[in-house]
């Protein structure tokens, strides 16, 4: 049935903005119902577990994947990943009349991360998962027919150093801070 409060859905982005252009972006990305799938925070420190060790490498693969992308800051949280992106191609430096997939957005960069995380979680082998009774646990609390993620992400343009440098330390200091989320 539609639900005016769930199917009517209103876009976060910014009007107008050209999300495939050069430029810093902070984004979040939560899981699903914000499950803890991550790991756990233990004096202000982050303890990652198997599945957040996944979320870690797939997300040090985005850059070497895409050339046109630089990481910065990040923290990966026990229910949401924080991170700085920097894009260093814009789709305005096309040459006109040259067709180009808009593959190098952020849209695109957040659902090729997401998915390559999905695919390494329905792909562990048995053999992986017999070795290390941790990973079978929690892989087991996932259903796999199901995103472990939000269906959306956060963003926002960086516009500024100060805000950059602002970023920064907010992503820095996220595990010091959960004690007053948790």
């Known amino acids: 049935m539609y639900n005016p ?4 859905r209103q876009s976060t982005r910014l009007k107008g903005y050209n999300y495939g252009d ?6 979040t990305i939560v899981t699903e119902e914000r499950r803890k799938l991550f790991g756990e925070i233990k004096e ?13 490498e797939e997300w040090c693969k985005t850059a070497k994947l895409r050339e046109h992308v630089e990481l910065d800051e990040f923290v990966i949280m026990p229910d949401h990943f924080h991170a700085i992106v920097r894009i260093n191609y814009s789709l305005s430096d096309q040459q006109p009349g040259k067709f ?3 593959s ?3 849209g695109s960069l957040i659902r090729g991360f997401k998915g390559s995380v999905m695919r ?3 792909n562990i082998t048995s053999i992986e998962l017999s070795e290390n009774i941790e990973i079978l646990s ?3 609390s996932l259903n796999l027919n199901r995103s472990i993620w939000q269906r959306n992400y956060y963003d926002r343009i960086i516009r500024d150093m100060r805000e950059l440098s602002n970023t920064r330390r907010y992503i ?3 595990p010091l801070r959960w004690k007053e989320r948790d």
């Not at 420190?45 to 979320?55: A, C, D, H, Q």
């Open 172 to 174: 820095r200091d996220n």
């Open 22 to 27: 050069r430029g810093n972006y902070f984004i």
């Open 44 to 56: 202000g420190r982050m303890l990652l577990n198997s599945i957040g060790l996944i979320v870690l």
């Open 138 to 140: 929690e892989i087991r």
């Open 104 to 106: 190098k957005n952020l």
């Open 120 to 122: 390494r979680l329905k």
């Open 100 to 102: 180009e997939s808009p």
């Open 5 to 8: 409060k769930y199917h009517d």
